[in-house]
T-cell receptor, first 115, second 116 residues
Framework: AQKVTQAQTEISVVEKEDVTLDCVYETRDTTYYLFWYKQPPSGELVFLIRRNSFDEQNEISGRYSWNFQKSTSSFNFTITASQVVDSAVYFCALKGYSGNTPLVFGKGTRLSVIA | GAVVSQHPSRVICKSGTSVKIECRSLDFQATTMFWYRQFPKKSLMLMATSNEGSKATYEQGVEKDKFLINHASLTLSTLTVTSAHPEDSSFYIC????????????FGDGTRLSIL
């Protein structure tokens, strides 16, 4: 069975602070995909990143960076110099290799960035 | 990029009515679409997998007679909440994946359903 755990339910930071959102996953698949989505108050899901299980290279995109550690089954997400607009719920998700398998979501982390 | 359109974005209706939600892939074909439900401040729970030209696959605990899914074409899946009750009030969101290649799942903007 596949499972995604986001242990942090809510995080509050002051603007310009760095914040890391944790994600730990479980899967029996040897090949799989990991995702992060942002859900602002308006409700839509915004795709942030997809990572293949065989690519452990960390990625940076502007103020966002992701640390994939296969050895610890973690795929953590860091926002550098956080801004108020970063306030949202962030979901980590896992998908099996087969094309028609759905995403399995973590419970989400609600990030509040205070000015 | 690929876009998934979900309509309507918000529905308020009386108990007992049926509500249809549409999910369209606008610039790609999707053999499979997924329907999720999200309770307030909760995660997205998969309800069913919608397969073009065949019956949907429902997750355990989801009533197939309550939540009718039709996937009549490669670009459209519909979810009908039949005889809706207040406990059906929720945020429903669909997703689709392009048939070709390895693509991320694209999500509609969701439908906020409120049953009075």
């Amino acid at each position: 069975a596949q499972k995604v755990t986001q242990a942090q339910t809510e995080i509050s930071v002051v603007e310009k602070e760095d914040v890391t959102l944790d994600c730990v996953y479980e899967t029996r698949d040897t090949t799989y995909y990991l995702f992060w989505y942002k859900q602002p108050p308006s409700g839509e899901l915004v795709f942030l990143i997809r990572r293949n299980s065989f690519d452990e290279q960390n990625e940076i995109s502007g103020r966002y960076s992701w640390n994939f550690q296969k050895s610890t089954s973690s795929f953590n997400f860091t926002i550098t110099a956080s801004q108020v607009v970063d306030s949202a719920v962030y979901f980590c998700a896992l998908k099996g290799y087969s094309g028609n398998t759905p995403l399995v979501f973590g419970k989400g982390t609600r990030l509040s960035v205070i000015a | 990029g690929a876009v998934v359109s979900q309509h309507p974005s918000r529905v308020i209706c009386k108990s007992g009515t049926s509500v249809k939600i549409e999910c369209r892939s606008l610039d790609f074909q999707a053999t499979t679409m997924f329907w999720y439900r999200q309770f307030p401040k909760k995660s997205l729970m998969l309800m069913a997998t919608s397969n073009e030209g065949s019956k949907a696959t429902y997750e355990q605990g989801v009533e197939k007679d309550k939540f009718l899914i039709n996937h009549a074409s490669l670009t459209l899946s519909t979810l009908t909440v039949t005889s809706a009750h207040p406990e059906d009030s929720s945020f429903y969101i669909c997703s689709a994946r392009a048939n070709r290649g390895v693509q991320p799942q694209h999500f509609g903007d969701g439908t906020r359903l409120s049953i009075l």
